[in-house]
């Protein structure tokens, strides 16, 4: 037994020793073998004997840079609502294209909008803040504006954790008592559709192809089948013509512009 079990140790721990141990260095991520490794040392990281040949990486050749985007852009934005038809109607025409827009909504229609302001906001939308009542915030005092905008700032934010941060003064009017008493940015706009005057869908689509250009703002409203009607037709015509539509902060952050509390924009120049 003991003559057998010598000849089976001097065999099998040489084997063991030159075949089953290896070491990855932390340092260096190279392969060793204990052969290679310092007798004097079984601390991996003081090992510096020769690696085996690991080919350097290089980088793929077919790899590119992405290309900014250098199209036009502008930003279709609809105030008023939620209107539980015709919002609906503009989602879906704006989901059918892979577009986003910017909705001014009114506080007295949260409760009856909640559906389509959940679905502006989980289709990747910008919520904005059309005030409460809808009133000339230009004939009211400064307690009277502060409450027309926050109210609708926490409503929201009651219900979805976040508020809209820009703010559409009703019929584009502000002063500065307006100014001073908003925590957000005003947002008017530079093409006015008359949507809702004239209610009719041709107008409204060719006044936005006649006049859209790069940085504007667009109004129109979604509490109207006309203008819903537009949207359908003109989305897809604007992105023929190498338009790119965004939200307003969207639009703004990308031509390198920061929104401020207090000021007012018209257009992204």
Known sequence: MTFKFYLITIILVPMILL??????????????????????????????AAPQHIPPQ?????????????????????DDGPNPKYTDMILDSLAENSVHATFFVMGKKIESGLPQIK??????????NHTWDHLDLTL???DQVKQQIMSVYDCIENLYSQGPVL???????FNKTTKSCSDFPLITWSVDTLDWEVKNKDKV??????????????LMHDDYLPSAQAV???????????????????MFEAKGITLEAGKSYFRAK
């Not at 679905?119 to 904005?128: N, S, T, V, W």
């Not at 689509?205 to 667009?218: F, H, P, Q, S």
């Open 19 to 48: 075949t089953g141990c290896a070491y990855v260095s932390p340092q260096t991520g190279i392969y060793y073998s204990y052969s290679e490794m310092s007798s004097s040392s079984k601390d991996p990281s003081r090992i510096f």
């Open 140 to 142: 009211l005092k400064a």
């Open 119 to 128: 679905r502006i906001l989980e289709e990747g939308h910008q919520l904005g």
């Open 232 to 250: 359908e037709e003109v989305v897809p015509i604007l992105i023929e013509r190498g338009f790119r539509l965004a939200t307003v902060s969207e």
């Open 205 to 218: 689509v060719r006044l936005i192809l006649d006049n859209a250009k790069d940085g504007d703002i667009i």
């Open 167 to 173: 703010v559409r003064p009703p019929f584009g009017f």
């Open 58 to 78: 290089r980088p793929d050749p077919s790899y590119k840079e992405p290309e900014p985007d250098t199209r036009p852009i502008i930003a279709l934005t609809f």
